[in-house]
């Protein structure tokens, strides 16, 4: 089992930024690739960003690349994602998730273990 427990999330004005952080307990952190996901309202769940178990590897989604960094610290057992020049579109529920090594970043069930997500939201 794996417990993760994200932060982090807010109220920001378009343009501005956010890092939201995820905590991991439980097995080894650096056994599983991590993920962001989120979720506006009446849509569904969508992949953000993804980053290998040692982190060499980084995947973004295209809505988000070149404004999303993920990062990973194992020593911390924490992954975080750092957001800039947000839009109001961006407004959703985030979700820290950990899959196995080897399956694919992009698919949502291939994730084992999710958070409770944080809410983010950006005004116009």
């Known amino acids: 089992q794996v417990q993760l427990v994200e932060s982090g999330g807010g109220l920001v004005q378009a343009g501005g930024s956010l890092r939201l952080s995820c905590a991991a307990s439980g097995r080894t952190f650096n056994d599983y690739a991590m993920g962001w996901f989120r979720q506006a309202p009446g849509k569904e769940r969508e992949f953000v960003a993804s980053?290998?178990?040692?982190?060499?590897?980084?995947y973004y989604a295209d809505s988000v690349k070149g404004r999303v960094a993920i990062s990973r610290d194992n020593a911390k057992n924490t992954v975080a994602l750092q957001m800039n020049s947000l839009r109001p579109e961006d407004t959703a529920v985030y979700y820290c998730a950990a899959r196995q090594g080897g399956s694919s970043p992009y698919q949502i069930d291939d994730y084992a273990y999710w958070g409770q997500g944080t809410q983010v939201t950006v005004s116009a």
């Open positions: 980053i290998s178990r040692k982190g060499g590897f980084t």
